[in-house]
C-alpha cells in the first residue's frame, strides 16, 4: 500500500529542500516535482496535499515561472508560500504589488480568525519573511488571516475549496511556529494520516530489494560516509552474501577511521567486504600540487579508477548499488521525473558517477533515492549501525586532501590525523558535540617560530573549525568556551609532533566556507 503523498512544486527558491524535509518530519511523503509538471501527471499520483514554493521571481515578469488555473480545481488542497501566495492571488483575479518597505528577516505577524492552518498558536508570533511584492488585494471569496506591520495579507485563504497561502516561510527554524503551520495544513485541511514511518520503509525497502535483486549478485561503492553506510546495511538485509563492498582507503581519512569501518562491516552484516589500500598510489599523483582544484580532481579521478578497476575483478552480472540520497538527485538535476530541475544543476555528486562502458550490470540499485540525509541516520540506527557511523559529521570526498593546503605529503597526512583526533577527542571529553554541526583541524601551508623546551622551533600550525547551522546554507563559527580551546590548544602543541601554535577560526558563511579548500 503506497504512502500518502505531498508534491511540493518548485518555483526556484532556495528553501524548496527543506519544505519537503518539514513536511517529512511530519510523518506525510513528500516529493519535490518542478512547476511545470503537467497536471494529468500530478493527477496520476493522488497526491493529499500540494505545496507552491517560493522563489526570486516576480509575478508579472512573463519570464516567471507560472501555473494554469486548472491546478486549483483538481480538489487537491494547495498551500502557497511566499512567490507560491503571491503567485496564487495573481493566478486566481487578486492584486500583487512592489513592496514600498520590503521585508527581510525576523518579522512579528497577528492572525486572526479561526483558521486551521493557524490553530493552537499564538495571536502574535515571529516568522521569517524574503520579499519584494506583496499580496495587496486577496483574490474574490479569500480572507485575510494575518498580517505584518508592512504586510496587510501574510496569509489568506479559501477554506471551501482549501486554497491556502502565506506570505512568510514556516519551512525555516526562524518562523517560531512555521512547523506547526505546516502541520495543520497537513493534518486539519489534508486529512493526512502520518503514514510516512522509518520502520516501515525499512520492511518495504527489504522486500522490494530481494524481489528485485532475486539470486543475483550486487556490488556497492562503501565510502564510510553515512548515505553508502546505510545503504549496505539495507542490502545485507536483504540479500546477505550476495552483496559485496568495495572500500577504497585512499590514506586521506581521519586516524584509524579506515579499521573502524572495515571492523563495523564485517562484524556487525553479512556480506563480502573488499578493502584497497592505495595511499602510495595516490601520493605519487598528487606530489608537487597545490593548487586545490587540481587536487581535487586528482583525487576524484584516481578514486574511480581504483574503485572500477576493483569492481571489474568482483563484478560479474548482477546490480551496481550507490548510497545516492534523495538532495543529491535533486541537486544533480535528476530529481523529479518532469525532468531537468527547476533550478540549475548545484554539483554533481560523487555518489552519482556514470559507470564506464566496459561494465555490464543489470542495473543500479539506489535504496536510500527517496530519502533525506536525516531520514536515512533514522534508518541506520534502527538496523543497529553505531552511533558513531550514523552521526558521522559530513566528511569531504577528497577526506583530508581539501584540509592540507598547498602539497600533500605523507608527513602532513600524519600531523593532521593526529592534530584531528585531539580536536575530536576534546569536544567529545568536553560534552558539546551536540551543539556543533561540523568541527574539525586543518593543517595551513604556514610554519611559524616557537619556543618549546627552551629551544627554538618552526613548525607547523594548526587551524582548528567549528560550526553551527541548521542547513548548511549557511554557518555561524561556534562560540567554544575558552577553557575548552585552551585544553585543545595545549594538548595540540604537547602531543602532535611538529605542531607549534593553534589559530581558531572565526569566520562565518558567507563570506567563508565550510571547508578551507
Not at 608537487?288 to 584516481?302: A, F
Not at 560479474?316 to 533550478?343: C, H, L, M, V
Amino acid at each position: 500500500m503506497a504512502n500518502q503523498l505531498c508534491i511540493v512544486l518548485d518555483f526556484g527558491g532556495q528553501y524548496n529542500q527543506l519544505i519537503a524535509r518539514r513536511v517529512r518530519e511530519c510523518g506525510v511523503y513528500c516529493e519535490i516535482k518542478r512547476f511545470d509538471t503537467p497536471i494529468d501527471e500530478i493527477k496520476a499520483l493522488n497526491p493529499v496535499a500540494l505545496i507552491f514554493t517560493g522563489g526570486p521571481n516576480s509575478v508579472y515578469d512573463n519570464a516567471s515561472p507560472h501555473i494554469a488555473k486548472e491546478i486549483f480545481e483538481i480538489g487537491v488542497p494547495v498551500l502557497g508560500i511566499c512567490y507560491g501566495c503571491q503567485l496564487m492571488a495573481y493566478t486566481l483575479g487578486g492584486s500583487v504589488e512592489s513592496c514600498q518597505k520590503s521585508e527581510y528577516g525576523k518579522i512579528e505577524v497577528s492572525h486572526k480568525g479561526d483558521s486551521l492552518i493557524f490553530k493552537d498558536i499564538p495571536e502574535k508570533s515571529i516568522v521569517w519573511m524574503s520579499h519584494t511584492d506583496f499580496v495587496s488585494k486577496a483574490p474574490e471569496n479569500f480572507c485575510v488571516t494575518a498580517s505584518s506591520a508592512d504586510c496587510p495579507s501574510a496569509a489568506f485563504e479559501n477554506p471551501d475549496k482549501k486554497l491556502y497561502a502565506v506570505q512568510f516561510h514556516p519551512e525555516v527554524t526562524h518562523s517560531e511556529f512555521g512547523k506547526q503551520v505546516l502541520h495543520n495544513f497537513l493534518y486539519n485541511v489534508c486529512g493526512c494520516t502520518g503514514d510516512w514511518i522509518m520502520d516501515d520503509f525499512i520492511e518495504k525497502t527489504v522486500s522490494r530489494l530481494r524481489e528485485q535483486i532475486g539470486d543475483k549478485k550486487v556490488v556497492l561503492g562503501l565510502s564510510g560516509g553515512v548515505d553508502s553506510s546505510v545503504a549496505a546495511g539495507l542490502l545485507s538485509r536483504a540479500v546477505g552474501k550476495q552483496l559485496t563492498c568495495v572500500f577504497v582507503d585512499q590514506g586521506l581519512m581521519r586516524k584509524d577511521e579506515g579499521d573502524f569501518v572495515e571492523e563495523t562491516f564485517t562484524k556487525l552484516f553479512d556480506m563480502n567486504f573488499v578493502r584497497v589500500n592505495c595511499q602510495k598510489q595516490f601520493l605519487e599523483k598528487l606530489k608537487g600540487v597545490s593548487d586545490p582544484e587540481q587536487k581535487r580532481k586528482i583525487i576524484g579521478t584516481e578514486f574511480y579508477k581504483v574503485f572500477w578497476d576493483k569492481i571489474r575483478e568482483e563484478a560479474d552480472g548482477g546490480f551496481f548499488a550507490q548510497g545516492t540520497i534523495y538532495p543529491d538527485r535533486i541537486e544533480s538535476g535528476k530529481g523529479n521525473s518532469a525532468g531537468q530541475g527547476s533550478t540549475a544543476t548545484i554539483k554533481t555528486h560523487h555518489n552519482m558517477v556514470e559507470k564506464p562502458s566496459d561494465i555490464n550490470f543489470d542495473g543500479t540499485i539506489e535504496p536510500l533515492g527517496d530519502l533525506f540525509k536525516d531520514e536515512v541516520r533514522r534508518v541506520g540506527e534502527k538496523l543497529g549501525i553505531p552511533h558513531e557511523l550514523v552521526w558521522r559529521q559530513p566528511f569531504p570526498g577528497p577526506g583530508l586532501g581539501v584540509r592540507i593546503i598547498g602539497e600533500i605529503t605523507e608527513e602532513k597526512i600524519k600531523v593532521l590525523q593526529e592534530a584531528d583526533a585531539v580536536f575530536r577527542d576534546e569536544i567529545q571529553k568536553s560534552g558539546i558535540e551536540s551543539e556543533l554541526k561540523q568541527f574539525f583541524a586543518v593543517l595551513p601551508d604556514v610554519k611559524t617560530v616557537g619556543v618549546m623546551g627552551d629551544h627554538r622551533t618552526y613548525d607547523h600550525l594548526i587551524a582548528i573549525r567549528a560550526i553551527t547551522t541548521d542547513d548548511f546554507m549557511t554557518a555561524d563559527w561556534a562560540r567554544i568556551p575558552y577553557d575548552i580551546l585552551a585544553r585543545v590548544s595545549n594538548r595540540l602543541t604537547n602531543e602532535v609532533e611538529h605542531v607549534n601554535r593553534v589559530v581558531y577560526d572565526i569566520t562565518s558563511k558567507p563570506p567563508g566556507t565550510v571547508e578551507w579548500e
